[in-house]
């Protein structure tokens, strides 16, 4: 939903995304993790590239 305004402003970029809106914004993601993380602790924040490539899909296997 969000991803055709994030193309036209932060494409190549990463951003971190609370609640619906971008909180912060850089080219490097630890740098970007670093601020975010003094920031904003203990919030749920997503981070990501802005990028019009599928996301990576991560499965998470159960012990059982």
């Known amino acids: 939903k969000m991803l055709p ?3 036209c402003r ?5 951003v971190a995304i609370s ?3 971008v909180v912060d914004y ?3 993601e630890m740098r970007l993790f670093d ?3 003094k920031r904003h602790f203990g919030s749920f924040i997503l981070i990501a590239e802005v990028t019009d490539k599928p996301p990576k899909e991560v499965f998470i296997g ?3």
């Open 5 to 7: 305004s994030l193309l």
């Open 10 to 14: 932060y494409r190549g970029q990463f």
């Open 19 to 21: 609640e619906g809106r």
């Open 26 to 28: 850089d080219k490097g």
């Open 35 to 37: 601020r975010v993380h």
């Open 62 to 64: 159960s012990p059982e």
